[in-house]
């Protein structure tokens, strides 16, 4: 059997953010594995067209919840619900995320709320629910979503970066206490991606492609999911990105300001 494989149907995974761009491919992959699935995100429409394609593809059992989880008490509500459902979940992945690049000071006040809700509290909340139930059945695997921007605390970032780097500091500390647990716990830290998360037009992602700046969601997906079977704590999907980490931690403030003055036209 491949790594990670399960007889079809016998495990289920739960993946965040599941409608488009990476969460689509990790839900896709683990289905290919055999898992059956619970996909969440806001898109109900959308969730629903991945569930019906994914089932036809794959064969496996799909069920979907439509939830904003940026609020406080999503977690909460987020397991209850499989609870009620009659869910067992064996692997989780939090993959559900958003954006921003803008000044704090120009950031609408929701929308940092919103940012910190959904990549840590949430995030957080949903890892000690699930690692108890899989701590109690003897074990099971969560992938977190962290960002290679952690390594880039520039300006218009402040925000972004700094709740990605909370979610891989977490990651690490939690697998370690986790483990003897037989709870897989792994972070991951792509740089760009080809989605539409990053408001890039197709154009641009295509572009992006062709000179290596981007990767595609699945070849992401491919590279977390391995880990994650490797029981890997944290990851950087394109190995030539781990090269340039300490000079984008020590890059000149002269640097910096230049990249502020050339990048400011597109915050927002």
């Not at 969440?40 to 064969?59: F, Q």
């Not at 697998?175 to 991606?193: D, H, L, Q």
Request: charged share 20%.
């Amino acid at each position: 059997m491949r790594r990670g494989e399960v007889v079809k149907g016998s495990k289920t995974a739960l993946v965040t953010g599941a409608s488009t761009g990476i969460g689509r491919c990790y839900a896709e992959q683990l289905a290919a594995l055999g898992y059956n699935l619970i996909i969440v995100s806001r898109d109900g429409e959308l969730l629903n067209k991945a569930a019906r394609e994914i089932t036809d593809t794959h064969g496996v059992k799909v069920s979907v919840l439509a939830k904003n989880l940026a609020t406080l008490t999503a977690a909460e509500e987020l397991y209850e619900w499989t609870k009620s459902e009659g869910h067992t979940v064996n692997v989780l992945i939090n993959n559900a995320g958003m954006f921003s690049f803008c000044d704090i000071l120009d950031t609408p006040t929701e929308r940092i709320k919103e940012t910190i809700l959904l990549h840590d509290v949430t995030n957080t909340m949903l890892c000690k629910l699930f690692a108890a139930d899989m701590a109690s059945r003897g074990g099971g695997h969560i992938l977190n979503m962290s960002s290679y921007s952690i390594w880039m605390p520039w300006p218009g970032l402040s925000l972004y970066s700094a709740s990605k780097a909370y979610l891989k500091s977490f990651s690490v500390a939690f697998a370690k206490e986790v483990r003897e647990k037989k709870v897989y716990v792994t972070a991951v830290c792509p740089a760009g991606i080809a989605t539409d998360l990053y408001g890039l037009s197709k154009k641009w992602q295509k572009i992006g492609l062709n000179i290596h700046a981007l990767s595609t969601p699945k070849f992401c997906a491919r590279r977390g999911l391995n880990s994650l079977w490797r029981r890997r704590r944290s990851v950087v999907p394109d190995w030539w990105m781990r090269l340039l980490i300490p000079i984008l931690e020590y890059l000149p403030m002269f640097i910096l300001r230049w990249m502020r003055g050339f990048t400011k036209k597109w915050q927002k």
